[in-house]
């Protein structure tokens, strides 16, 4: 979570609200990071206090944006991204396995 370089991942065979689950825990993120100096994610980049609450709405929004359908306008997934050649695949399995949902 609250990758520079990568999409939300969520837990699709897992969970019975895997979007749910996930902005629930971006909330406790958020809750928890008022008051933090650095985050550092499980991949990417660390970044300063300034960049916890844009990382979380990044991944917010581009949660959103799966849920509700849309194509998200998330840089991750651009043409010059860190993963474009397996990121956009991701992408589309979560947006097939939450169209069936």
Do not use: C, N
């Not at 990758?3 to 939300?8: A, F, N, T, V």
């Not at 969970?15 to 971006?26: E, F, H, Q, T």
């Not at 499980?42 to 849920?67: C, E, N, P």
């Amino acid at each position: 979570m609250l990758s520079d370089i990568l999409i939300p991942m969520l837990d699709l065979r897992g969970s019975a609200d895997p979007v749910g689950d996930y902005l629930s825990a971006l909330r406790l993120l958020e809750d928890a990071a008022r008051d933090v100096d650095v985050v550092i994610p499980g991949h990417g980049a660390t970044g300063a206090a300034d960049q916890v609450s844009a990382r979380i709405a990044q991944d917010r929004a581009y949660v959103q944006a799966l849920r509700d359908g849309d194509a998200p306008d998330d840089p991750r997934l651009g043409p010059f991204a860190y993963g474009r050649d397996f990121l956009p695949g991701v992408h589309e399995r979560q947006l097939q396995a939450l169209a069936t949902k």
